[in-house]
């Protein structure tokens, strides 16, 4: 079912289910208008831990605290009525062991509405995942780069070339195994997305992946081109609405030094008699 044909949010096994099937189209998104604009579109969003660079200023996601993220989940539910919501879980919040894993992932998911969380890391994050599905908690899975992980990745390097092919897909195997609804692949070669997805028995969600994922995501302000410090291979700008804003205000700011803005349709008049449209 199309995201616009539905009428209620689909849960994670409705995601599970469209293993094979219509391509999942997912974005981020941190804010409630933008949520707004995308839930008719999308099947799942992505409360991301970019919001961090993205909105922040941070230089990477590994300042993103769970107050962040329930902040903004909260917004993001609040223009949300199709799509169904996942929140990231920062840096720090579960890596630490299953018990402090389910502690904060139930805090996420009671205070901000979410339908499931989203964690980095493979074979060793497994039984964190299984821990977590049994006691009713859905997780979807994120492997390959995983951002939280730069400073012992060495970067914002492709995964899985080469000897490394065969980790990763244990990895996705084991978090597949543990009872992940959906699997991210990001930056990872398109061959080996293919292999993975194939081999999974849940959805690949595609991010400098492969067109073969059973999904793809990207951050919205990427996408958008408002985020614009810099532009990742995989994204495909479908707007630029940074330079376009930086140009109206411009406009603007050239306008008031000149004193062409406010004009007299923008302004009010002295009088007892309020004109029709008039506002306080």
């Known amino acids: 079912m199309s995201a616009t044909a539905r009428k ?9 289910a469209r293993k094979g099937g219509a391509p999942l189209v997912s974005l981020t998104a941190y804010t409630t208008p933008m949520a707004q604009m995308m839930d008719a579109h999308c099947d799942f969003v992505l409360v991301g831990d970019s919001v961090g660079m993205v909105l922040h200023g941070l230089p990477s996601t590994l300042g993103v605290t769970m107050e962040m993220m329930i902040l903004h989940g909260k917004a993001v539910k ?4 199709r799509a169904m919501m996942v929140v ?12 402090q894993a389910f502690r904060n ?9 979410a339908g499931a969380v989203k964690l980095e890391g493979g074979v060793s994050m497994a039984p964190t995942i299984a821990f977590l599905v049994a006691r009713g908690i859905p997780v979807m899975a994120h492997i390959g780069l995983t951002p939280q992980s730069i400073n012992t990745l060495g970067g914002y390097k492709v995964q899985g070339r080469g000897d490394a092919a065969q980790a990763l897909m244990a990895d996705a195997h084991a978090v597949a195994g543990a009872g992940a609804f959906a699997v991210v692949l990001e930056k ?3 061959s080996l997305a293919d292999k993975v997805t194939e081999a999974l028995p849940v959805p690949t969600i595609g991010i400098g992946a492969s067109a073969g994922c059973d999904g793809q995501i990207l951050v919205v302000d990427d996408m958008l081109g408002l985020f614009t410090a810099f532009k990742p291979k995989f994204v495909k700008r479908y707007a630029t609405l940074g330079e376009q804003g930086e140009a109206a205000i411009a406009a603007y700011a050239d306008d008031v030094r000149n004193r062409r803005f406010p004009g007299p349709e923008h302004v009010f008049a002295d009088t007892t008699a309020a004109k029709p449209g008039d506002k306080a």
Do not use: K, N
């Open 78 to 81: 609040r223009g949300l009525s």
């Open 88 to 99: 990231d879980m920062p840096f720090g919040s579960y890596e630490e062991g299953p018990e």
């Open 105 to 113: 992932a139930a805090r996420m998911m009671s205070e901000t509405g």
């Open 8 to 16: 209620t949010a689909p849960l994670p096994d409705d995601i599970r």
């Open 188 to 190: 990872v070669p398109a």
